[in-house]
């Protein structure tokens, strides 16, 4: 069965230094990947979206970039993080074109002070 | 792009009672809805889904229709349960598989 994880489950940074949170999948190959940011009390707005190794799409201008490095590794990242930045971020994975279903990681509840 | 909008924003209810919540589309397109479950400091759990190719789909106490020609779609929780407090999200399939959700709605059940 397929599984996704994402690291770190918490984080407290600093205004202006960087970020890094990872996501990876097991047990399925060439999914589709998705990174959302959920503000608190609100909705899921997407971020990024992948279909494949190195092919990146980004949903809205902000501060954040996406990429991926292997089939089944999604890395979210900053070079400055602003306080805006902060909010739970939530990857999920896809099959794929025939198979709509997405699931959701655990997800990284980031704060920036 | 895909426009997801969702009604009401909060819902209480009785245990017992039922509960709808609605969402309307602008996409005619779209052909997948899924409905996501999402507990507080959670991760949201897909529910239950409808294919534009059917009109009804059931599974236990919790039901979705669509209904393509007016771009509507709705969940439906009969009987329902203190367990089933959470906010609940509709949302849309649009391009490369991507999910337009609503902005949820929070649904109390009270005992």
């Known amino acids: 069965s397929q599984t996704i994880h994402q690291w770190p489950a918490t984080l407290v940074q600093p205004v202006g230094s960087p970020l890094s949170l990872e996501c990876t999948v097991e047990?399925?190959?060439?999914?589709?990947l998705y990174w959302y940011r959920q503000a608190a009390g609100r909705g899921l707005q997407l971020l990024f979206y992948?279909?494949?190794?190195?092919?990146i799409s980004s949903e809205v201008p902000q501060n954040l970039s996406a990429s991926r490095p292997q089939d089944r590794q999604f890395i979210l990242s900053s070079k400055k993080l602003l306080l805006s930045d902060s909010g739970f971020y939530l990857c999920?994975?896809?099959?794929?074109?025939?198979?709509?279903?997405?699931?959701f990681g655990p997800g990284t509840r980031l704060t920036v002070l | 792009g895909e426009n997801v909008e969702q009604h009401p924003s909060t819902l209480s209810v009785q245990e017992g009672d039922s509960a709808v919540i609605k969402c309307t589309y602008s996409?005619?397109?779209?052909?997948?809805f899924p409905w996501y479950k999402q507990e507080l400091g959670k991760r949201p759990q897909l529910i239950i889904d409808?294919?534009?190719?059917?009109g009804e789909k059931k599974d236990q106490r919790i039901a979705v229709t669509l209904n393509k020609t007016a771009k509507h779609f709705s969940l439906h929780i009969t009987e329902t349960q203190p367990e089933d407090s959470a906010v609940y999200f509709c949302?849309?399939?649009?391009?490369?598989?991507?999910?337009?959700f609503g902005a949820g709605t929070r649904l109390a059940v009270h005992p």
């Open positions: 999920a994975w896809g099959q794929g074109f025939s198979y709509n279903e997405q699931f």
């Open positions: 047990g399925t190959s060439n999914p589709n």
């Open positions: 992948s279909v494949g190794i190195g092919q």
């Open positions: 996409d005619s397109a779209s052909n997948y």
């Open positions: 409808i294919r534009s190719n059917v």
């Open positions: 949302a849309a399939i649009g391009g490369y598989n991507k999910l337009i």
